[in-house]
């Protein structure tokens, strides 16, 4: 096959004028063949009451053309050259050489996309023989449907015959063909042969059933509401729906809601156009209306506004104003009042007319003493009986004393609500703040001064709860005493008013109390740290403070309860601790001798210890001890010696009233160990800092 692309030639319907190049439609607009006789061209729409067509169509359909060829063609050897209008393709694909003896079919995608199919066919002249008769009847007759071809068509037995029912779509579908009374197929194109000299086609045609729905209609509430309309009607058609609401009466009224099928509404409009789908009822719906009228009762001393129609559950808004010198007083219903708010909004229970009342008012004028010190804001205007909210801020430095009327202080509130009985002034007066001086921290039993700055005549202290006031409280210094732990307070007030307040830390604990330091008094002289530990009672103890008087000294980091010091020249020493806490300080010392060579009465060698750890107990530590006897009887001193790991465990332990014993410390691991002698006498014992080195 030939593809050509230009302009559409003119296109030839059926029967045409001998011709060697055709147009089929606007997508084929030439088909160019030697030896054409003739051509038959038929066109078949998507659906059977295609209403355009032609070959200027572009829906998408297909096409049969039938080619009378000249005798002696050889149709099984044809070359058409076929041209597509501009944006027209072909997308089958198809040798130049085809055999047109069997149906050739082209397929054309269309400039909008569509597609179109073609079916060519050949047929040579010499092949064909005289005409035969058909008949094509419609059955019924008439207002049914039509047929492609006329009540009389001639036609050729090697030839099909092609026939389209095209039924009245609206009223009726295409059921079947008859060929001489027998059925040839229920498609409506028929397309076959036909041998018979004589035949009768029949395009059998059957009404579509009509489908018919009924509306009814209904009132919700036959008492407030009236219905009408609805009926039946095919499917697809309208029927209208009328409403209609009662008259009312001198207490309500009536208005048509909406229109409803199956609880859900389809329509406010009271006339209404209803296309159904199935048999239904349709339900109007009405409420009941009452009309609120607002009145002034004297419309010299104010005016009335809104009011108006709402639905029985709902409400309406009404409002009040009064003229200059009045006050309003409240809404009124049949005598009796219902509010004392000037907008309102009110639920009726039936049709009502309220009354707005007004009166000659109070006004209440606020004023600031010192603008310097604070703004005022609020008062107005009120009806007798009724209150007006004031309300006075304090500028920074100053604080809000009370509210003055006539010189007669009537609130120590920067807001409250005044309910005056004339015309009047309020004088909102402030003071200069106080600044409190004292501690953040107090303890409990212990009695603590504050002081107060920027004082005036009039001033009083208070406190909180768990403090006490030694004492006046109208001076600008107070003593206090806290009688429980907690946080506490203490405030400057004037007139029941606090001024300012002074937030303070309560603890309940005293001052700490020294005891005593646990160590050794007698030591060597060495670079090695001797363990000290101090002892405190009273409260609890918070900070430690170490030092060390005397004689050369290196110490380990200060602060806690614990340290290591280390004795580097031979001299007498003080070990010094100083306890604190919030409620006050102790502190205490311990006496350390510190000589070259073993330390401490009672030689303890060797130091550091790698075995066997020799304690000697000599006789002047024994003579030591008995000269501190209380007993007149003189008794053989006991003496305990224990010897301790750095967390204070009992590692070795033995008795003895004189001469040397020895611990075997061969198994014990490196480190520092802290040596303990007890004399029975004294309550502290004699100690002696250890080191093993293996």
């Known amino acids: 096959m030939a593809q050509n692309n230009g302009s559409a030639l003119s296109s030839a319907n059926n ?74 393709t072909i997308t089958s694909k198809h040798a130049d050489v085809q055999d047109f003896s069997q149906q050739v079919e082209y397929t054309v995608i269309c400039e909008d996309g569509s597609t179109v199919a073609y079916f060519f066919s050949a047929y040579a002249q010499d092949n064909m023989r005289a005409n035969y008769t058909l008949f094509v009847e419609c059955n019924p007759s008439s207002g049914a449907g039509s047929t492609s071809l006329g009540a009389t068509h001639y036609y050729d037995e090697n030839y099909p015959v092609l026939c389209i029912a095209s039924p009245y779509i609206s009223a009726y579908s295409f059921k079947r063909w008859l060929l001489n009374g ?92 209803y296309k159904p789908y199935q048999n239904c009822t349709l339900t109007a719906k009405f409420v009941t209306q009452y009309t609120v009228t607002v009145q002034s ?10 009011g108006g129609t709402c639905v029985a559950g709902g409400w309406v808004n009404v409002s009040a104003t009064p003229y200059s010198g009045y006050a309003f007083e409240g809404w009124y219903l049949n005598g009796t009042k219902i509010s004392n708010m000037a907008m309102y909004g009110y639920f009726p229970s ?58 007669s202080k009537i609130s120590g509130s920067a807001s409250f609500s005044y309910q005056p009985s004339a015309t009047c002034t309020l004088i909102a007066k402030f003071v200069t703040v106080p600044v409190i001086s004292g501690p953040n921290e107090v303890c409990s039993g212990k009695s603590t001064a504050f002081s107060s700055s920027n004082w005036q005549t009039g001033y009083t202290w208070n406190v909180s709860s768990n403090l006490t006031i030694n004492g006046s409280n109208t001076n600008s210094y107070v003593s206090v005493t806290a009688t429980s732990g907690s946080s506490g307070w203490v405030s400057v007030n004037h007139s029941g008013n606090e001024l300012q307040r002074y937030n303070m830390n309560v603890h309940n604990t005293t001052s700490p109390v020294f005891d005593y330091i646990d160590g050794p008094e007698e030591v060597e002289t060495s670079g090695n740290g001797i363990y000290y530990e101090a002892f405190f009672t009273g409260g609890s103890v918070t900070l430690y403070d170490w030092s060390v008087a005397g004689g050369p000294y290196d110490m380990t980091e200060n602060g806690n309860n614990n340290i290591y010091i280390s004795f580097t020249g031979a001299a007498g020493y003080a070990v010094i601790v100083t306890g604190y806490n919030a409620c006050g300080y102790d502190s205490g010392l311990l006496n350390v001798s510190a000589d070259y060579g073993r330390g401490g009465s009672g030689n303890v060698y060797p130091n550091p210890v790698s075995d066997i750890l020799y304690v000697v107990i000599d006789q002047s ?73 293996h």
């Open 621 to 693: 530590m024994i003579d030591k001890v008995k000269s501190s006897q209380q007993s007149i009887i003189s008794a053989e001193p006991s003496f305990d010696v224990r010897l301790y790991d750095g967390q204070g465990n009992l590692l070795r332990q033995q008795f003895t009233k004189g001469g040397t014993i020895e611990f075997d410390v061969s198994s014990l691991a490196n480190g520092i160990y802290h040596l303990h002698i007890y004399d029975g006498v004294n309550n502290n014992p004699q100690m002696h800092q250890i080191v093993v080195e």
């Open 297 to 306: 009762e004297d419309p010299n001393k104010g005016y009335v506004s809104n």
């Open 182 to 273: 027998s059925q040839k197929g229920t498609s409506e194109i028929f397309h076959d042969y036909i041998p018979n000299n004589y035949s009768v086609l029949i395009a059998e045609f059957e009404p579509i059933p009509v489908v018919y729905y009924t509306v009814s209609v209904y009132s919700e509430n036959q008492i407030i509401g009236t219905v009408s309309g609805g009926g039946t009607v095919v499917a697809g058609g309208s029927v209208w729906v009328y409403a209609t609401p009662n008259s009312g009466n001198s207490f309500e009224s009536y208005a048509f809601e909406g229109w409803y099928l199956f609880g859900s509404k389809l329509s406010g409009s009271a006339s209404f156009s």
């Open 350 to 407: 039936s049709n009502s007319t309220l009354i707005a009342k007004f009166v000659a008012s109070y006004t209440v004028t606020v004023q600031s003493e010192d603008t310097n010190k604070g703004t005022v804001s609020g008062g107005g205007s009120v009806a007798p009986g009724g209150s007006v909210s004031v309300s006075a801020s304090a500028k920074s430095g100053y604080a809000f004393e009370g509210w003055y009327l006539n010189g």
């Open 15 to 88: 029967p045409v004028s001998p011709s060697t190049a055709f147009a089929v439609d606007k997508n084929i607009i030439s088909v160019e063949i030697s030896d054409l006789v003739d051509k038959i061209i038929y066109e078949y729409a998507s659906y059977p009451d295609y209403a355009g067509g032609g070959p200027n169509a572009w829906s998408p359909h297909f096409w049969t053309i039938k080619l009378i060829m000249a005798e002696g063609t050889d149709i099984t050897s044809l070359a058409p050259i076929i041209t597509l209008a501009p944006g027209a």
